[in-house]
């Protein structure tokens, strides 16, 4: 049995986008896709002791950019403004200095593309979360099919039997071209958990670095126990 996801990496991702990779055997980086401008792919929230805040990567575009293309732009200092607010709002949380100095370290080495950065980010993060999921990138692939064709021949190509999409798939995924090709098509249904957070009340749908600086080794344990389905 192969359980394939996949996914574009994105920046600080929240607990579900690693919960599907630890649900996979296999989990494939769509890199090779057209940048989401506005989406997850260069932003994501953090908690703070007013509620919540964007952190969003400032980046050079054009509407046919693919994602592994896309360029950091560094006209201002967006490295100092988001170390800062993870300093401010994280620096009481319990485990921050377990994991602080290390991550910044990431984001001093100054990437050129936002993909570099937030595979960086990932690879931390998959390290700490002790996830020991294969990953591949879909540009090795060299798939170019589009919608469910691409993500149906990725599947093939893995020898998946199981696929585990995201809700949104449901709006696009050809079911029966999965069922001909004797390929399970499960949905992702991620109940987010509510655990300590260093301020009140619970706000879900953080940054991942939200449970890691609050619960530390417990983080694993927190992603692993939800069910996917």
């Known amino acids: 049995m192969t359980i394939v996801s996949i996914h574009q990496p994105t920046y600080l991702p929240w ?9 996979s055997e296999k989990f494939v980086f769509l890199d090779d896709v057209q940048y989401e401008k506005n989406g997850y792919q260069n932003r994501n929230k953090i908690r703070t002791h007013e509620g919540d805040i964007w952190l969003t990567v400032p980046v050079k575009t054009k509407s046919t950019t693919l994602l592994k293309n896309v ?4 006209s201002f200092d ?8 993870i300093e401010l709002n994280y620096s ?26 937030n595979i960086d980010i990932i690879n931390f993060l998959i390290n700490k979360l002790n996830i020991k999921t294969e990953i591949i990138f879909s ?36 079911v029966d071209d999965f069922k001909k090709n004797k390929i399970n098509l499960n949905f992702q249904n991620f109940n987010h958990p509510i655990y300590h957070q260093i301020f009140e009340p619970f706000h879900s749908n953080m940054a991942v670095i939200d449970l ?9 344990k927190i992603i692993k126990k939800q ?3």
């Open 78 to 85: 967006w490295i100092k403004k988001h170390t800062k607010s």
């Open 212 to 220: 890691l600086f609050n619960e530390g080794d417990n983080a694993e």
């Open 92 to 117: 009481k949380t319990r485990f921050f200095n377990n994991y602080w100095d290390e991550l910044k370290k990431i984001y001093n080495k100054k990437h050129y593309n936002l993909i570099t950065l």
């Open 227 to 229: 069910n996917i389905f």
């Open 71 to 74: 360029e950091i732009d560094y």
């Open 15 to 23: 607990l579900g986008f690693f919960n599907k990779i630890i649900s």
């Open 139 to 174: 540009s090795n692939l060299k798939i170019y099919e589009k919608g469910s064709d691409r993500i149906l021949k990725i599947c093939k190509e893995l020898n998946a039997d199981t696929y585990i999409s995201g809700i949104g798939g449901k709006a696009y995924l050809n």
